[in-house]
Structure formats: structure tokens, C-alpha cells
């Protein structure tokens, strides 16, 4: 798995509780991270970068846990490496789908996410009778990363960017960003305020776990069970003092120092 | 000049205006940006890419305009090439310890600068009586990006970073990151009620360009003067669909589409 920094250890967690006896080779590419305010042709050369890494280390498949790069990358490192990929926002969109009765979602992502129009195609390859309406909320990921999860500056944030959503009557918001699921009581709060007190979230974290399970039992993958689990590595590509905090406030659980890659 | 992204045209601005007739090549590294939340070694790296490309292309000194960059990396950079590097952090120091009755002066800056120790290093050159207090302002940086210039999500985040500078009893505070002048007046208008309404806010950037006026003066590098005035050549990493409204919003004036470059 990679992401463009730590928020895809949301997904390992999922992943990990879904497939306890996977090996899991984590790199987050924390020297260039954002990659959401950036460009498609940037964050492309980014994935085949990561990507090229992790099938250097050996690995079965690879899941892209970021948004911005699952939203223009996969068929770029599918052409380029012979290797599965599998990304966040298909997952999703299905999600999201199923949880519609309004038959609108709302979607708030990284600007390059929003940009991509990913998540409006996912959804019509999944239904014609839903829309997808992007919000690209890029504020999310920094105060993810300072830790700033409670108080006036992340409530008036995220207040700003449902408006839209609630303008455009959703009854859905997928938290399209590996960053926003540590915001999700303050999302689901302020939407079921704002939006309705129907209303459904939906974190793509999980969707995605279960494709990776449909994907390994269709192709015969699964690792056998172990009485010790699988392992965790994850790797880095700029090692700031920040990492032990923010990796176990996106994974959850205690991690061993990263291993300092350059690409 | 190179920055880690677009910040630094802040500095090239004060730049224009103190020397007109020089021709500024600004290479802003969009693809990694931001800098300031990660670490030195990877700093230092970026550093001398970015150096590497401006001497190619002949250039007789480096402004780093970037306060992340400035911090750890200057002497690496004259270590590895033989060009004249000015960075921002030394006309800050000088600048606040001119300004500071009190002794006592306070630093905005990104979690980078302020864990390098460069500015309390740099006021220490400056006078043995005056104190460097830090305070990293990291969200100011996606704020500003986003054009969040206004409102309550800065106000707050602003007087969040200012209470720890007022309880140690500063009456300057320094604006350590290019990103930082453009929420001036309202660093200014909170800084006014929660210190002192004699409190002195300084800018590096007028005083970086200070800098480098002197310098060419004293090696006879001034350009001479010119009808036309000089040119400005921007060089970007990544180009964002932002490029047109960051630059505007931080150079004051019009620009020419930027060329992308490879590092």
C-alpha cells in the first residue's frame, strides 16, 4: 500500500481488521506530501515512483490508499507495472450509492480529487440515477496533521465546506481523503445539523478493505492463517519528528520507527 | 531565488522594488511543497536541487527566499557550488532586534524553522541581550494557499499561535515564513489587543531585499540600469490550476504563465 504521507494508515487499519494475517508494506511518500493540491501529471510521476518501489519489494497487489492518486494514477501504473492495483474511490462510490435514497451524494475530497471528476464517473459507472456532487476541502489535511481535530477552527471548517452540500440537498457525504475519517464525529455532527438527521457518512477506509478481501479470495491470494497475524512495515520518505504521533493517531495502534526510503 | 513553492514571490516583490533593473529567475518547488513540516535531510536535498537548476542557468547569486530552506541549508548550498547564497532568517533577526525594547521577541514560522533553533542562533549573533521566543504557525501556510485571509477560521488559529508569544511577554513578532504577510493586518490587529498596542511586527522580506542590495553593491554586481527595468522569469515544479491566483495574490502583480521544470 501507499499514500502520498501517513492519512492511509486509516486504511491499513481497516485492512489489517479485515486481513489480520496479510503481510503489509506501507510507504508514505512524506517528502512530497500533499499531493491533492497538486497537478495530475506530478502526482502520476509520484505513483509510479511508490509503486516501482513496493513491486521491487516483492509485493502481490498494491492498493493506492490515497484519493488524489487513486483518482488519476491506476491505469497509469497498471500500463506501466505488471502488478494488481486496486484504489479507494471505487470502493467508495459503491458505498455510497448503496447508502443514497435522495440519489445525491455529496463528496468532500482534495482539490485534485475534486478536480479529477473520479468520484462523478465512479458513481455513474455504479448508477445513472445518482449524482455525485464534489466539495474539495483541502483545510481538512493540515488540521488532521497538526492534531487539531476539536474546537471552533475545525467545527468552522468543516460548517464552510457542508454548506454546498446542504445547498444541494445530499443525503450521503463520502469522506473522500484518507485524512477526513479522523474528523468523522465532527462531520457527522455538523451534517445531521446542517444536512439532516438522516443523513449518512461514508468512510471509502472500510469499502476498500472488503474489495481487497473479494480480490485476494477471487485471484487465490489469502495468506494462511498464522497464529502471530501478519506484519506491518512501513516505510517513509522523510522521517520528521512528527511520525510517532501521527502514525498512531491515523492507525491506531503502536508502530515500530520507520525505514527511511529515498525514491 | 527559489522558494518551496510560491511564498517567496512575496520576496521578490520586495525585491522589484528595491532593485528594478535585476533580471529574477524564481524557481518555486510546487511538486514537494510545502517544506516546512518535514525534516532537514530532506530539506537540505530539495535545497540543492533547487540551487543545482539556478546555477545552470547562470545566475550570479541565490536568494533563498524560503525561512524552512534558510534554516538548515545555506551552508550546504555554498558547500556544494561556488555561488553567493543570501537566505531570510539573518534580515529578520536584524530587523526584530532593531525593532525590540523589550528584549524579548517572538517568531511566527513553520514547525521546521522553528525546530531548527535558527532564528534564537541568528538573534544571538545580533545581541547577547535579546531573546528568540518560537512559535510554529504551521496552518497559516494551507490558509493562505486557500486564500482564507479572512474570517473566523484565521482570526482564531491566529490568536491560538499569538497566546503563547503574549504570555512570554514579547513586543515584536516576526512574520518567519512568506506565507505570513499576507495575514499582516491581522496578525497586527490580534497581536495589538493580546500583547500591547505597541507592539512591532517585521516582515523579512523588505529587509532580505535590504540584503541583497548591499551585497551587490559590495562585489560591483548591480545590474545597470535599464529603460525596461528587469525581467521576471517564474519556474515552477508542478502547475497547480492555482498558479495564476497564488502568484497574483503574492507578487502584486500580473505574471506570465510559468515554465515547468524536471528536478
Redesign the interface.
Known amino acids: 500500500m501507499f499514500d502520498s504521507g501517513l492519512g492511509g494508515l486509516t486504511v491499513v487499519r481497516a485492512l489489517r481488521s479485515a486481513l489480520p494475517d496479510e503481510d503489509i508494506v506501507y510507504l508514505g511518500d512524506?517528502?512530497?506530501?500533499p499531493y491533492g493540491?497538486?497537478?495530475p501529471?506530478?502526482v502520476i510521476r509520484y505513483a509510479l515512483g511508490c509503486s516501482r518501489h513496493l513491486v521491487a519489494r516483492g509485493v502481490k497487489a498494491i492498493v493506492i490508499a490515497c484519493n488524489t492518486v487513486s483518482a488519476v494514477a491506476p491505469d497509469h501504473v497498471r500500463a506501466a507495472l505488471d502488478v494488481p492495483v486496486l484504489g479507494v474511490i471505487d470502493p467508495g462510490a459503491r458505498a455510497a450509492v448503496a447508502a443514497t435514497s435522495s440519489g445525491r451524494v455529496g463528496i468532500l475530497a482534495t482539490?485534485g480529487t475534486i478536480?479529477s471528476g473520479a468520484y462523478p464517473r465512479a458513481v455513474a459507472t455504479q448508477s445513472t440515477r445518482v449524482e455525485a456532487i464534489g466539495q474539495a476541502a483541502?483545510?481538512l489535511?493540515?488540521?488532521a496533521?497538526?492534531g487539531?481535530l476539536e474546537g471552533?477552527?475545525p467545527r468552522?471548517?468543516v460548517e464552510?465546506y457542508l454548506a454546498p452540500l446542504a445547498d444541494a440537498g445530499v443525503d450521503v457525504v463520502v469522506l473522500g481523503c484518507t485524512h477526513y475519517p479522523l474528523f468523522r464525529d465532527l462531520i457527522e455532527r455538523e451534517a445531521q445539523r446542517m444536512i439532516s438527521p438522516n443523513v449518512r457518512i461514508v468512510d471509502s477506509a472500510r469499502a476498500t478493505a472488503d474489495d481487497v478481501v473479494a480480490f485476494l479470495n477471487d485471484r487465490g491470494l489469502r495468506a494462511d492463517p498464522r497464529p502471530t497475524g501478519g506484519s506491518i512495515r512501513v516505510c517513509v520518505?522523510?522521517?520528521?519528528?512528527?511520525f510517532h504521533a501521527i502514525a498512531s493517531r491515523f492507525l491506531g495502534e503502536a508502530i515500530e520507527a520507520p525505514e527511511l526510503v529515498d525514491l
Open positions: 512524506t517528502a512530497r506530501v493540491t497538486k497537478g501529471e506530478t482539490a478536480a483541502p483545510l489535511v493540515p488540521l496533521e497538526e487539531w471552533d477552527v468552522l471548517a464552510r520518505t522523510d522521517r520528521s519528528g512528527q
